[in-house]
């Protein structure tokens, strides 16, 4: 798959973060983690094309994973349900920066595309999106299948969990034509992933506005 169906197919961010700003006004500011994640989505796709078409897109990319993963944990503890715990939430951001740190910056690995942090902050996600799901289910006394969490607990699992996989197999295959075929299904996911974000996001039910009694 060339560039041009890769970034082409990137841009099916748009349909999320189209949504969510249009809905930005309405929705509770515990969901807007999530809309700034699209915003920088598209910034990075949009850059990567149009900047690095003919070079490695390494540099803004891996930039990309960290700020992807310090908002999707702001995100979780916008909820409230879990990472509530500042002590908790700190050493988990400290923890993973320094992960990136030292991949990216000691060992100068943001020019290139190393896959220990990548595979380390989507395995963390996905564990983080698993508690989430389970305190929902034990939780919530509405439809849950319509509840935007849930929708987005279930794509950030499906997602990151084949992100684990495609970046362990994409480094270890032994033929470029394995490695094409996962990244050609992995931009197909993406799609997807992004379709689903736009769904959860149709789904946040609007804010309160509480008017205070008359005296």
Known sequence: MNRGVAFILSLSILIPMITGLIRY???PVSYRPLIYLLIIGFLNESICYCFFYYTSNAVPTNIYFLLEFLLYTLQFRSWRNILKHDWLYRLLLIGMVSVWVVENVVFLKIITFSPFFQVTYSFVLVLIAVNQLNWLIV???????TNPIFIICINVIIFFSYKVLTEVFYYYAPQNLIKNNIFVLEAAINVGYNLILATAIICIPRKRNFTPPLA
Not at 139 to 145: F, T, Y
Request: charged share 20%.
């Open 25 to 27: 006004g309405y929705i």
């Open 139 to 145: 939780n919530e006394r509405g439809n849950i299948l």
